[in-house]
């Protein structure tokens, strides 16, 4: 999954890290590439708290859609690759059948957003199920 982020920088402080896609989500470190792996550990550990809490997994977003927002103004954006596999637990490879068409259109969208197949399809059946999740849960409580 890769992400982008804005790095900031103010007189007499550190570089602080500003994950656009995940509110709440800062970071920071000494030098930029050290502000920058520490985000991609803020990113694991606040996605992971996401799969715990059942919430789904926000898809990032381009930076031309967060570049215009004031509270942005001044920083540099650079784009973090986090693995998601790691964070759910052991990855198992299974076999799946796809019809040719659609697996094309999976591909083309996953080169398009930095995505390995694999990646967009785990993060596609993780929103699948945690928006049908979230719709039985409303149905119970209206039963």
């Known amino acids: 999954m890769r ?3 804005v790095i900031h920088k103010d007189k007499d ?29 803020a990113i ?19 930076i031309e859609n967060h570049r215009s927002k004031r509270e942005f103004s001044g920083g540099i954006w650079a784009l973090v690759d986090v693995d998601l596999s790691k964070l759910s637990g052991k990855a198992k490879r299974v076999n799946i059948t796809l019809p040719e068409r659609l697996l094309v259109q999976i591909d083309s969208f996953a080169s398009k957003t930095g995505d390995t197949r694999s990646d967009f399809l785990a993060h596609a059946a993780l929103e699948y199920v ?10 119970r409580r209206r039963s």
């Open 3 to 5: 992400l982008p982020v």
């Open 13 to 41: 402080s550190d570089y602080g890290v500003t994950v656009p896609d995940l509110p709440g989500c800062f970071s920071a470190g000494e030098t930029a590439d050290d502000a920058l792996s520490n985000a991609v550990e």
């Open 44 to 62: 694991e550990c606040h996605v992971e708290g996401l799969l715990i809490d059942g919430e789904p997994i926000p898809r990032g977003q381009p």
């Open 130 to 139: 945690s928006t049908h999740s979230e719709q039985e849960e409303r149905k």
